[in-house]
């Protein structure tokens, strides 16, 4: 693929994106998604919304290059995380039971602002790395392509998101939303259809490839991948706004809709890279550079394509969500349409910023925002699911043990962590940790709980 093409296609995406944004829109089409006529989503636009904002650019990298180091196994514990579509359409289903319209909702009730604040820290901060992260990757494509690319193509896509996020918030993420998966469906399917009947192709080979690296740390992260899946969807505020803008019967029918199409997306990605490390490709720019010499043109450009759509459909679910976030959760600006812009513009700069960072290191973001998301975990087992109330100390030792946990698989080579850290691979450590903040987070939560009285 050529530069000029990879800038065609951009621009083609870019301008059929303009296209479908709604040229105007409405407080509550702004923040909560309705249409211009005062409507909820309909079921497909729901579930396309999901599937397209959970397969993003990051993840679909993620699935091959796990793919690639460890086989099946690497690609079988990515998508396992795509299990948040059922715990999270659960979860989702008894917040909505007790009447709460956000998850923020159901933890000022039980803790108030403090509770709050701790919670929106931590999806503040998880909306910051998608919106870095899928950058990242758009600059990866353009750096592969044409070195010395991708920092324009960032501020490049960056505007672009902004552009129309900005415009029409959460009602434009919808509408964009399911021309983005309609069309990254079109060209994953070709790009799909072509490497499974490529000569070279055996699936069975696929389905038991131990990866460049061997399988063991493919099957460490499954683990760990189980032990942060019922937390994980509720830390991810674009699931879960779209988990109260619609009645609950279409709601519960798309996150099981989402669900299976979201995970066979991510195994058949996953299959690149596998593919890759079988046939004993040299692993080159996030496996970017590896593609471009291992597939004929088209194959590529619909790889490209495909990460390409998914950067932009998750950028700008991600700077709507944020908006709704700091106007509606934390109050810090008002709730107008000059607020809720204002809000998208300090997150796509912020994100846009990140990428001069230089960790491209993908799957850091996910263990991290993970990790902490863990402190959930008991709270919603203890007090959504078994009904006790729990005490404040006992949510706030479970919040800092899962900040502690973050925190020491970022800064795990540092002196201080590294010392306590168990001597092994990053996984096997990832592990260890989750371990020690569940043990930690459920010992509170069961200390710091009582039974409901009883009349």
Same mark, same amino acid.
């Given at each position: 693929?050529?530069?000029?093409?990879?800038?065609?296609?951009?621009?083609? %995406?870019?301008? %059929?994106?303009?296209?479908? =944004?709604?040229?105007?829109?409405?407080?509550?089409? /702004?923040?909560?998604?309705?249409?211009?006529?005062?409507?909820?989503?309909?079921?497909?636009?729901?579930?396309?919304?999901?599937?397209?904002?959970?397969?993003?650019?990051?993840?679909?990298?993620?699935?091959?290059?796990?793919?690639?180091?460890?086989?099946?196994?690497?690609?079988?514990?990515?998508?396992?995380?795509?299990?948040?579509?059922?715990?999270?359409?659960?979860?989702?289903?008894?917040?909505?039971?007790?009447?709460?319209?956000?998850?923020?909702?159901?933890?000022?009730?039980?803790?108030?602002?403090?509770?709050?604040?701790?919670?929106?820290?931590?999806?503040?901060?998880?909306?910051?790395?998608?919106?870095?992260?899928?950058?990242?990757?758009?600059?990866?494509?353009?750096?592969?392509?044409?070195?010395?690319?991708?920092?324009?193509?960032?501020? =490049? *896509?960056?505007?672009?998101?902004?552009?129309?996020? =900005?415009?029409?918030?959460?009602?434009?993420?919808?509408?964009?939303?399911?021309?983005?998966?309609?069309?990254?469906?079109?060209? /994953?399917?070709?790009?799909?259809?072509?490497?499974?009947?490529?000569?070279?192709?055996?699936?069975?080979? *696929?389905?038991?490839?131990?990866?460049?690296?061997?399988?063991?740390?493919?099957?460490?992260?499954?683990?760990?991948?189980?032990?942060?899946?019922?937390?994980?969807?509720?830390?991810?505020?674009?699931?879960?706004?779209?988990?109260?803008?619609?009645?609950?019967?279409?709601?519960?029918?798309?996150?099981?809709?989402?669900?299976?199409?979201?995970?066979?997306?991510?195994?058949?990605?996953?299959?690149?890279?596998?593919?890759?490390?079988?046939?004993?490709?040299?692993?080159?720019?996030?496996?970017?550079?590896?593609?471009?010499?291992?597939?004929?043109?088209?194959?590529?450009?619909?790889? *490209?394509?495909? %990460?390409?759509?998914?950067?932009?459909?998750?950028?700008?679910?991600?700077?709507?969500?944020?908006?709704?976030? !700091?106007?509606?959760?934390?109050?810090?600006?008002?709730?107008?349409?000059?607020?809720?812009?204002?809000?998208?513009?300090?997150?796509?700069?912020?994100?846009?910023?990140?990428?001069?960072?230089?960790?491209?290191?993908?799957?850091?973001?996910?263990?991290?925002?993970?990790?902490?998301?863990?402190?959930?975990?008991?709270?919603? !087992?203890?007090?959504?699911?078994?009904?006790?109330?729990?005490?404040?100390?006992?949510?706030?030792?479970?919040?800092?043990?899962?900040?502690?946990?973050?925190?020491?698989?970022?800064?795990?080579?540092?002196?201080?962590?590294?010392?306590?850290?168990?001597?092994?691979?990053?996984?096997?450590?990832?592990?260890?940790?989750?371990?020690?903040?569940?043990?930690?987070?459920?010992?509170?939560?069961?200390?710091?709980?009582?039974?409901?009285?009883?009349?």
């Amino acid at each position: 693929m050529t530069f000029t093409t990879l800038l065609l296609l951009t621009a083609a %995406l870019a301008a %059929l994106t303009l296209l479908v =944004a709604p040229r105007r829109t409405t407080l509550d089409g /702004f923040f909560a998604g309705q249409s211009a006529q005062g409507l909820a989503p309909g079921l497909w636009t729901l579930v396309l919304s999901q599937v397209t904002t959970w397969i993003f650019a990051r993840s679909l990298m993620n699935a091959a290059i796990l793919g690639y180091y460890y086989g099946i196994a690497g690609t079988l514990a990515y998508a396992a995380y795509y299990g948040s579509f059922l715990t999270g359409g659960f979860i989702v289903g008894r917040l909505r039971e007790t009447g709460a319209g956000s998850v923020q909702d159901w933890l000022e009730a039980r803790f108030g602002r403090l509770g709050t604040q701790c919670y929106n820290g931590v999806i503040a901060l998880r909306l910051l790395s998608e919106v870095f992260a899928n950058l990242i990757v758009v600059g990866l494509i353009f750096a592969a392509v044409s070195p010395g690319s991708g920092t324009a193509a960032i501020l =490049a *896509v960056a505007a672009l998101g902004f552009a129309y996020s =900005a415009w029409g918030g959460l009602s434009a993420a919808l509408r964009t939303d399911v021309l983005q998966m309609l069309l990254f469906f079109g060209v /994953f399917a070709a790009a799909f259809l072509a490497l499974v009947t490529a000569p070279g192709f055996d699936l069975g080979a *696929v389905l038991t490839a131990p990866g460049a690296s061997g399988p063991y740390n493919g099957w460490i992260l499954l683990v760990v991948a189980g032990l942060q899946v019922f937390s994980y969807p509720v830390h991810d505020p674009v699931m879960m706004d779209r988990g109260f803008i619609a009645d609950r019967a279409t709601t519960r029918a798309s996150f099981l809709h989402a669900f299976w199409i979201s995970t066979f997306c991510i195994l058949g990605f996953g299959f690149f890279g596998i593919q890759a490390s079988l046939i004993g490709a040299d692993y080159d720019n996030q496996l970017i550079g590896t593609w471009q010499g291992m597939f004929p043109a088209w194959v590529f450009g619909a790889l *490209v394509l495909s %990460l390409l759509i998914s950067a932009l459909s998750t950028l700008d679910s991600a700077l709507s969500s944020a908006a709704r976030l !700091v106007v509606e959760e934390l109050r810090l600006a008002p709730r107008s349409l000059a607020g809720g812009r204002a809000v998208i513009a300090v997150f796509a700069a912020l994100g846009t910023a990140l990428t001069l960072w230089g960790n491209q290191t993908l799957f850091d973001a996910v263990a991290v925002s993970g990790t902490a998301s863990m402190f959930l975990t008991p709270v919603i !087992v203890v007090g959504l699911i078994l009904g006790r109330p729990l005490a404040l100390w006992a949510y706030l030792i479970s919040f800092a043990a899962a900040m502690l946990g973050a925190l020491a698989y970022f800064g795990r080579g540092w002196s201080l962590f590294a010392a306590l850290l168990p001597e092994g691979h990053k996984y096997e450590q990832l592990l260890a940790i989750c371990l020690v903040v569940l043990a930690v987070s459920f010992g509170a939560a069961l200390l710091g709980s009582r039974k409901p009285q009883t009349a």
